[in-house]
């Protein structure tokens, strides 16, 4: 009795262990393909978003090296994002990265190639505290006052961001900046896959991020935004 009793209980532990087992795949998985599903539709190519008139291109930030260059993922997405602010698919440029310490500094770097190639420098914002997808999209909302957005990132990456702001209230459209392959691509994926379960918790949370601050409406002058003179 007492051997059958064990087993009886070493049975139920091991398909509670199986059950759990499969819900902690399942879950991220489900999770992932409800980001993307939702998010697919309203991507668009650069075509589809000329003319869309949104309040900004929100260029999302990533490695700038010490001497200001911009990596190549971040330098196709500023080219993609100067591009469409010259078709119309959005009155201003908001460039949204970390700068938040005084060595590294990704913004004013986006900055500079935006003024570089032609967009004037009063339509150019800067959003100093955009230290991840997230608080990118919640201070867009809350800091620049942006209703209605084109977020230009990578593929991989875009989903998310679109999600995300939309989950926020943003009328939000992205466009893919992908005229290249790129290093670390399974390595980013990855990151992405998990990344999407934890904004789909953060969407649904929804703290603030690290800095809000005072209101910088994209409808003003992007010099309000400036931390140095262009």
Excluded: W
């Amino acid at each position: 009795m007492k051997m059958a009793a064990k087993n009886k209980k070493l049975k139920i532990i091991v398909i509670v262990t199986c059950v759990l087992l499969a819900i902690a795949i399942i879950t991220p998985c489900v999770i992932n393909a409800i980001v993307i599903k939702s998010a697919d539709k309203y991507i668009l190519t650069p075509e589809q978003a000329a003319g869309l008139d949104a309040d900004c291109v929100l260029v999302l930030g990533a490695k700038v090296y010490s001497d200001g260059r911009l990596s190549h993922m971040l330098e196709d997405r500023m080219s993609f994002g100067v591009d469409l602010y010259k078709t119309g698919a959005g009155k201003k440029i908001l460039a949204s990265g970390d700068h938040g310490q005084t060595e590294y500094d990704e913004v004013n770097s986006m900055k500079q190639y935006a003024v570089d190639n032609g967009v004037p420098a009063e339509d150019v914002f800067l959003d100093h505290a955009g230290f991840s997808t997230y608080e990118s999209m919640y201070r867009a909302r809350d800091v620049f006052q942006v209703k209605k957005v084109v977020i230009v990132t990578q593929g991989y990456h875009l989903y998310r961001a679109v999600y995300n702001a939309r989950a926020l209230g943003l009328e939000a459209y992205g466009v893919a900046s992908d005229p290249r392959t790129y290093v670390k691509e399974v390595y980013n994926n990855t990151r992405e896959f998990l990344a999407r379960v934890k904004d789909f918790g953060m969407c649904i949370i929804q703290p603030e991020p690290t800095y809000l601050g005072e209101a910088i409406p994209i409808s003003g002058s992007a010099s309000e935004s400036d931390d140095r003179e262009y």
